[in-house]
């Protein structure tokens, strides 16, 4: 076998190697939006904990209008399931330098809700997804 036939036959292997191993979990598409006392919470970072350990953590970014779309594992959508959820809303006006870029040496700027919905055992914040699900209730957040 000449290793070109090895690489296709490789890369071949490969591909139905990870075709089968998906948990064959369904991801549905779900949106949903942050406020922050009432006005959109742009830059928010939205996680979704799923009861099952060995279930992926699924995740969101909120645009300028506090709306956010579910991803899980790099695509679209989220497992029907029960989540505990977290939100972080990091300061968009702490900026790394252009050196700490450069190095990578740079802490995450603060969270503008001060911590209080980022611990998935406090934040009181949960979500259930069924086939039916396409839209979240807000999640009506204070920094109060």
Known sequence: MSTKQFAIWSLFGCLCFMIGCG?????????????VD?????????????ASPDAPISTANCGPDGKFSVITDMAPGIPAGTYQVTI??????????????????FNDP????????????KSGLKAEITSSTTDLPAFELTTK
């Open 88 to 105: 972080r809303w990091p300061d968009p006006k702490v900026k790394p330098t252009d050196a700490q870029k450069m190095t990578g040496m």
């Open 110 to 121: 603060p969270d503008l809700l001060k911590g209080k919905y980022e611990n998935k055992a």
């Open 23 to 35: 948990d064959g979990k369904k991801l549905l598409p779900v949106t949903g939006v942050v406020k």
């Open 38 to 50: 009432g006005n959109p919470a742009e830059g928010a970072v939205v996680m979704f904990f799923p």
